[in-house]
């Protein structure tokens, strides 16, 4: 039997909850919620990683009683919610699970120069002038020990959401490429510390899956070519070390008259006011991991099968798809 991993960033799943945890009873909210709802409970994911989980803050307001109040609400198998570093501002990255299928704990790595905690800072010098940066995670990515029960499948999870590219200030061209360099150079910052955080699992002998909204993909968008690199291949890792590189066994995307595919969302490009399908959110593995073939997909109803059915569902759910693979445990 396989173990079903999901994962999905829900747009601002923080507004459809209340104050005390309680799911919102508007009719805007139910219908989001339904549709999330129908979306999981089709997929039956063993476990669900969520990017933009709700919020936790001041009072009583809780991210994880907010999930499971929603799994309950909605009778979902995967009913039990973890967080780890809470986020600076609004929106959390976490995670549910079925206790019965898998045991999950908070596991974060790091704390040595070079590769401190998600919680803390990083140095990198991203711009080649000698003299490191100092970076921080606007979320810490979350990291899990994952333990299938009943077999000895065992491996670590980091969820991210790294740096968006998104650029919404700059009034003419110059300052536009600007501050598409600063974006990528701190998306780079971050991935490079999740690469090291992949090489501190690597060499402890642990099977790691990087999972989340990267915000980036291999020829994703024309300013790639100015550094010669994407952030997805920084996390995947070093073609002189092919052993320890990270897999998207999803395949290569293709380029077609709407964009990529398969894609994950959609934007529409700044300059020329049309909408591109992009793939930036990813599943990565590394080579042990037993991935059942085939089993890797992004849940978008326009490209893929078994998403047909829930067109509407996912549509209203949020502006992203869910990217599922299975492990065989």
Not at 122 to 127: I, K, L, N, Q
Not at 162 to 189: C, M, P, Q, Y
Not at 240 to 248: E, G, K, W
Not at 311 to 325: G, I, N, W
Request: proline letters at 5%; a neutral charge.
């Amino acid at each position: 039997m396989a173990l079903t991993i999901c994962c999905w960033n829900i747009e601002w799943f923080d507004k459809l909850f209340d104050a005390q945890n309680g799911l919102r009873g508007d009719a805007k909210s139910t219908v989001r919620l339904e549709a999330i709802a129908e979306v999981l409970g089709s997929i039956d994911a063993d476990l669900i990683s969520i990017v933009e989980a709700p919020n936790t803050s001041r009072g009583v307001r809780s991210t994880v009683a907010c999930l499971e109040a929603f799994a309950t609400q909605f009778g979902l198998r995967a009913g039990k919610a973890i967080t780890g570093f809470l986020s600076q501002g609004k929106q959390e990255i976490a995670a549910l699970y079925d206790p019965a299928r898998v045991d999950v704990s908070h596991n974060p790595g790091g704390g040595k120069k070079g590769n401190p905690r998600f919680d803390s800072t990083f140095e990198f010098d991203t711009d080649d002038d000698r003299i490191p940066e100092v970076y921080r995670f606007y979320r810490p990515p979350l990291e899990l020990l994952v333990k299938s029960v009943g077999s000895n499948l065992s491996f670590e999870l980091i969820v991210a959401h790294t740096k968006s590219k998104g650029i919404f200030s700059a009034t003419d061209l110059v300052h536009w490429n600007l501050e598409s360099a600063r974006n990528r150079r701190k998306l780079f910052a971050e991935c490079r510390w999740i690469r090291r955080r992949v090489e501190e699992r690597l060499d402890a002998g642990r099977e790691v899956l990087v999972v989340g909204d990267i915000n980036d993909g291999p020829g994703m968008d024309s300013s790639e070519a100015r550094f010669g690199k994407s952030a997805v291949e920084i996390i995947m890792g070093d073609l002189f070390d092919p052993q320890r590189i990270l897999v998207s066994h999803i395949g290569k995307p293709k380029w077609t008259s709407k964009g990529w595919q398969p894609a994950s969302t959609r934007f529409r490009d700044q300059f020329t006011g049309k909408s591109v399908s992009v793939l930036i959110d990813h599943a990565l593995a590394s080579q042990g991991l037993p991935v059942e073939a085939g089993s890797h997909a992004v849940w978008n109803p326009s490209q893929y099968d078994p998403a047909r059915a829930l067109r509407k569902s996912l549509q209203e759910a949020s502006d992203h798809y869910p990217v599922v693979l299975k492990l065989r445990d």
